[in-house]
């Protein structure tokens, strides 16, 4: 069984530019959820896609947008970047949509720097 | 809306000490409960969980109870070793919700 993979793994960015992040869900899993960690805090929910289609977004705005393919892969576009977009970006996918307990599988992330 | 607030650190101890990290919660409802950990360089990995009140959540030593008269979900492990440094995360499912929310973490330490 292989588990989520997140690519780059590091990258650095000038402030305005734009920014492309790759995770490909774990085996069997239809669901995928993106966070944003900033140095030295919890991770914070930015949006989740099932089935091709955003299915519930944070308080983010919306030049932070995504994508989910057919294999349920799934992309984070970040338009726009600013310094305070520097962070970790962590993927998880999970096998159902709904709510509750569903089990979320996290990727190791990718490390962003905006300069 | 849904908050988690834990213990802030670091928490350094000593090999063979009992650890608690204090974890409480703000939400609507029934949520779920996790605790995730953080080792240095790594994603985030799934600790223990509870999904209903007095649940018990427990794995590689660590345990947990879901307490809603208290809204708590304290995380504790009777004898902790090196290999259990890492960052620790408290986070909530809320009922109804498909997204989790996070505490700020908790950098623990164990010195030999």
């Known amino acids: 069984e292989t588990g989520v993979t997140q690519s780059p793994t590091h990258l650095i960015k000038t402030r305005g530019q734009q920014v492309t992040l790759r995770c490909s869900s774990q085996s069997g899993h239809n669901t995928v959820s993106w966070y944003q960690q900033a140095l030295g805090q919890g991770p914070q929910f930015i949006f989740q896609y099932y089935r091709e289609e955003e299915n519930g977004r944070g308080n983010f705005p919306p030049r932070f947008s995504g994508l989910q393919f057919p294999n349920y892969s799934s992309e984070l576009n970040v338009n726009a970047l600013e310094l305070d977009d520097s962070a970790l970006y962590l993927c998880?996918?999970?096998?159902?949509?709904?709510?509750?307990?569903?089990?979320?599988?996290f990727g190791p992330g990718t490390r962003l720097t905006v300069l | 809306g849904n908050s988690v607030t834990q213990m802030e650190g670091p928490v350094t101890l000593s090999e063979e000490a009992f650890l608690t990290i204090n974890c409480t919660y703000t939400a609507t409802g029934y949520p779920s409960l996790f605790w995730y950990v953080q080792y240095p360089g790594e994603g985030l990995q799934l600790l223990l969980k509870?999904?209903?009140?007095?649940d018990k959540g427990s794995n590689k030593g660590f345990e947990a109870t879901y307490r809603k008269e208290t809204t708590s979900f304290h995380l504790e492990k009777g004898s902790v070793q090196v290999s259990d440094s890492a960052v620790y995360f408290c986070?909530?499912?809320?009922?109804?919700?498909?997204?989790?929310?996070f505490g700020k973490g908790t950098k623990l330490s164990v010195i030999p």
């Open positions: 986070a909530l499912s809320g009922a109804g919700s498909y997204q989790l929310t």
């Open positions: 509870a999904t209903k009140a007095d």
């Open positions: 998880a996918s999970s096998l159902v949509a709904t709510s509750g307990n569903n089990e979320q599988f």
